[in-house]
């Protein structure tokens, strides 16, 4: 049965410990996938990947009419950015403060902002209006505020809570490596409950205490908006964690693709894969030249 034509975005996300790729058709998401942050992982070692689970969403790659990448890990972006020229032959569109997001960054060095919080911030006003602070449970747990009118004024970054447990048995000879859960009560009668309490409770009073002293700062109560993998095991140990959105990054990058044209993909600028549709199509309709015999 043949597959229907469509128009795909290609959108990455790579942050600190996973990259995400995932397709949108213009109406809907259809697949997202995640391969372990590696920054010499190379465009061919990706595509070998992504290409598979392409098929098997039954995409054809010749349907990704653009791409656009957000990343806090630089070194990652050569790669990908190679993976989008060679494998798809599109220029992608790379999330970077001096883009039109539609509202102002109001601090002191724009360019300085991580992409995901800027990308946060614009799905986040676009889903739930404002005010707001977004939580995103990352390998940094960071906070950020965005007023009524959608600008992005700010925020705070705390260690992730995986990188604290990390931390926590490396310093202390005699502590184990645990894994994150909620806790059935705050005093740990052992030294394994002890540390999920203190880690579990003590990120619960960080997420309390924070957002009570951003909304004394800026003088009105906010929404509260968690994202990334442990939004919804904190959300069991407090109420104040109003709306729980996986995938806001992603639809942040979305969203900015749409506001922004998408750079001109340059064929002569880098190697396409040898078979990619849109090169065999190049050389067909390329003028044959006659060759004349020697002599």
Not at 142 to 151: I, K, L, R, S
Request: glycine share 10%.
């Amino acid at each position: 049965m043949a597959r229907a034509k469509t128009e795909i975005l290609l959108v990455i996300d790579a942050g600190n410990t996973n990259v995400v790729f995932a397709t949108h058709d213009g109406a809907r998401w259809r697949g997202t996938w995640r391969i372990a942050t590696d920054p010499q992982r190379t465009s061919d070692e990706y595509a070998v990947w992504l290409l598979t689970l392409l098929d098997h969403a039954r995409i054809e790659r010749e349907w990704v009419r653009g791409a656009v990448i957000g990343t806090v890990v630089p070194a990652a972006l050569y790669h990908l950015r190679r993976l989008c020229r060679e494998w798809f032959a599109v220029e992608p569109l790379v999330a970077r403060s001096h883009l039109d997001w539609g509202f102002p960054i109001k601090v002191d060095q724009p360019e300085e902002v991580g992409a995901d919080r800027l990308l946060n911030a614009l799905a986040a006003h676009q889903r739930y209006r404002g005010p707001l602070v977004v939580i995103d449970f990352g390998t940094a747990t960071t906070f950020d505020v965005v007023d009524g009118e959608g600008a992005y004024l700010g925020g705070a970054i705390a260690p992730g809570i995986n990188l604290s447990i990390e931390a926590l048995h490396q310093a202390a000879a005699r502590l184990p490596r645990i894994g994150i859960g909620r806790p059935h009560g705050v005093i740990g009668k052992a030294t394994v409950p002890a540390m999920q309490s203190g880690i579990y409770w003590g990120y619960v009073g960080l997420i309390e205490g924070m957002v009570r002293r951003i909304e004394a700062e800026f003088g009105a109560p906010l929404k509260v908006v968690a994202t990334g993998g442990l939004a919804p095991l904190f959300a069991e140990g407090t109420p104040l964690l109003e709306k729980i959105d996986p995938d806001l990054t992603l639809e942040g990058l979305r969203l900015l693709a749409q506001r922004n044209p998408m750079p001109r993909f340059e064929p002569d600028g880098g190697r396409l894969s040898h078979d990619h549709p849109k090169l065999l199509k190049r050389d067909k309709d390329k003028p044959r030249r006659e060759h004349l015999p020697l002599g």
